[in-house]
């Protein structure tokens, strides 16, 4: 019976996820998710106490298959960790130059739901963004990147970004951009200079 019910539970996250990602979490209705996952509401209910919990419980399902996503485009680049960088942006862009490609889901739970602080989404996704940026950090240092938390951080903010442009303009061009900006982040002079740039830029009335 724990099976089945583990199951049924994986199938109704499943339907979520598929609804969440191509209507938008208000547009689905928890009345389509249960039809689509071939339960009824009741038994939702059964496993989900309200339609804010299953949507971060869609999230949560997206957070390690996410991250061993990014990691496999990571450690198949050949190169030093520039090169790394530059491949995991270069897979993004390829990944996502599809009209298939709706944006970054976490991202976009995140705008929907901005007037509801403390949402249960909010968390997983911020929970989600934070191991994404600690497994760069890792993953950087045993590049040997001496700054590699501060280069992780920044290379979030450059992959975030090149998400909403890319769904902006749907031009991986951009993407690309960024990816070279990222990659000079972790390049000795690349990172000293982009460093400089930054601080004489903050110190500009």
Known sequence: MAVDSDQTRERIVAAAARLFYNEGIRAASVDAI???AGVTKK?????????DELIAAYLQ???QPTLDLYARWFEQTPGAAADKIR?????FARATNTMKWKGCGFLRTAAELANTPGHPALKAGASHKKRFEAWLADALTREGISNAKTAAQSIVVLLDGAASVMLVHR???YVEAAGAVAASLVEPAGAA???ARLRADQRRP
């Open 61 to 63: 399902s997206r957070d």
């Open 87 to 91: 491949g995991l942006f270069a897979e």
């Open 34 to 36: 249960a039809e689509k």
């Open 193 to 195: 200079a982009t460093g």
């Open 171 to 173: 031009d991986p061009a």
């Open 43 to 51: 038994t939702l209910y059964y496993h989900f106490r309200s339609k």
